[in-house]
């Protein structure tokens, strides 16, 4: 790829909102494929506003077509409240439908806050269609419902996964994430294990 005379345009204030998928044209391009790109963590909404104003300003807009930032809805279980939370799948990446032309790679490549695309010695390589459909699939997936009634140095038994049947103790609790370390006794040692609070039960 040619670095061409392609001048990056002032940097602007961003407004962001939490969007899954940002829709930069409506236009048809038969040669659009979708790419992964590399973004700061935790500022990919950010960075993908500005992809779609360089789209825009450098009038690219019938060559990059669309951002997803893959999130799923979780609950959320802290001190006994429950709530919906929206999180990042892939932290640090970004999915963008477009065409690999040298300008359009160049735009999304130089947009502040990206740093490479995915792919093999500098070449980006295309997401085949059947993963970029298990991504959205994942997406809508219903959340987990955690229940965190467990405490540390409870003793519980692995119902899920491949300690199935062993006997654990609590060693810790991410009420968070809904998970939680139990120690198990693997050739007479402790060893600790991460499991969700669904993989365990009261003995």
Same mark, same amino acid.
């Given at each position: 790829?040619?670095?061409?005379?392609?001048? #990056?345009?002032?940097? =602007?204030?961003?407004?962001?909102? *939490?969007?899954?998928?940002?829709?930069?044209?409506?236009?048809?391009?038969?040669?659009?494929?979708? $790419?992964?790109?590399? !973004?700061?963590?935790?500022?990919? #909404?950010?960075?993908?506003?500005?992809?779609? =104003? *360089?789209?825009?300003? /450098?009038? /690219?807009?019938?060559?990059? /077509?669309? &951002?997803?930032?893959?999130?799923?809805?979780?609950?959320? &279980?802290?001190?006994?409240? %429950? %709530?919906?939370?929206?999180? +990042?799948?892939?932290?640090?990446?970004?999915?963008?439908?477009?065409?690999?032309?040298?300008?359009?790679?160049?735009?999304?490549?130089?947009?502040?806050?990206?740093?490479?695309?995915?792919? &093999?010695?500098?070449?980006?390589?295309?997401?085949?269609?059947?993963?970029?459909?298990?991504? +959205? =699939? $994942?997406?809508?997936?219903?959340?987990?419902?955690?229940? !965190?009634? $467990?405490?540390?140095?409870?003793?519980? +038994?692995?119902?899920?996964?491949?300690?199935?049947?062993?006997?654990?103790?609590?060693?810790?609790?991410?009420?968070? %994430?809904? +998970?939680?370390?139990?120690?198990?006794?693997?050739?007479?040692?402790?060893?600790?294990?991460? /499991?969700?609070?669904?993989?365990?039960?009261?003995?």
């Amino acid at each position: 790829m040619n670095d061409q005379n392609i001048q #990056a345009p002032a940097v =602007q204030a961003v407004k962001v909102k *939490r969007p899954n998928l940002i829709k930069i044209s409506t236009s048809e391009n038969q040669k659009a494929r979708w $790419y992964v790109v590399h !973004a700061h963590s935790g500022h990919e #909404a950010k960075v993908a506003e500005m992809v779609k =104003q *360089r789209a825009k300003t /450098l009038n /690219l807009t019938d060559k990059i /077509l669309e &951002i997803l930032i893959p999130t799923q809805e979780k609950i959320q &279980i802290k001190r006994g409240q %429950k %709530k919906t939370v929206t999180e +990042k799948i892939f932290p640090g990446y970004m999915l963008i439908r477009m065409e690999l032309s040298d300008d359009a790679w160049l735009a999304v490549r130089t947009t502040q806050g990206i740093t490479g695309f995915v792919g &093999i010695a500098n070449k980006p390589t295309p997401l085949p269609k059947h993963e970029v459909e298990a991504i +959205k =699939q $994942y997406m809508t997936q219903a959340a987990p419902q955690y229940k !965190a009634d $467990y405490v540390e140095g409870e003793a519980v +038994k692995i119902v899920d996964g491949p300690f199935t049947d062993f006997l654990a103790t609590v060693s810790a609790i991410d009420e968070e %994430k809904g +998970k939680v370390q139990v120690l198990v006794n693997i050739f007479g040692r402790e060893t600790p294990v991460d /499991l969700d609070f669904l993989q365990i039960k009261k003995v």
